[in-house]
Nanobody
Framework: QVQLVESGGGLVQAGGSLRLSCAAS????????VGWFRQAPGKEREFVGA????????FYADSAKGRFTISRDNAKNTVYLQMNSLKPEDTAVYSC????????????????WGQGTQVTVSS
């Protein structure tokens, strides 16, 4: 298990950008696949995308393709979610999750979760 802490959320105008960070504790973070999820008020949690333990493979939900990019720096135990061309419908609490030697598909399981960071996109 790793401990995850998200940061970088905030208020941004439509069309703007934000970069979220997911910082992990532990010396074995490089073994963990990491996923990003979001949950808007009154809606179910939605998969955004994920990155493999090596960083060599990424997978995105259709809503994120072409606008969001996931990357990682294993030396810093951190995974990033770069969000560009933000829309009001991207407003949600964004959370990262990790799974040792996990997969990156939309059905992948993640056992460790962060608390989330709020992203609000104004029109």
């Amino acid at each position: 298990q790793v401990q995850l802490v998200e940061s970088g959320g905030g208020l941004v105008q439509a069309g703007g950008s934000l970069r979220l960070s997911c910082a992990a504790s532990g010396r074995t973070f490089s073994r963990y696949a990491v996923g990003w999820f979001r949950q808007a008020p009154g809606k179910e949690r939605e998969f955004v995308g994920a990155i493999s333990w090596s960083g060599g493979v990424t997978f995105y939900a259709d809503s994120a393709k072409g606008r969001f990019t996931i990357s990682r720096d294993n030396a810093k135990n951190t995974v990033y979610l770069q969000m560009n061309s933000l829309k009001p419908e991207d407003t949600a609490v964004y959370s990262c999750a990790a799974e040792e030697w996990g997969g990156v598909g939309v059905t992948a399981d993640f056992g460790s979760w962060g608390q989330g960071t709020q992203v609000t996109v104004s029109s």
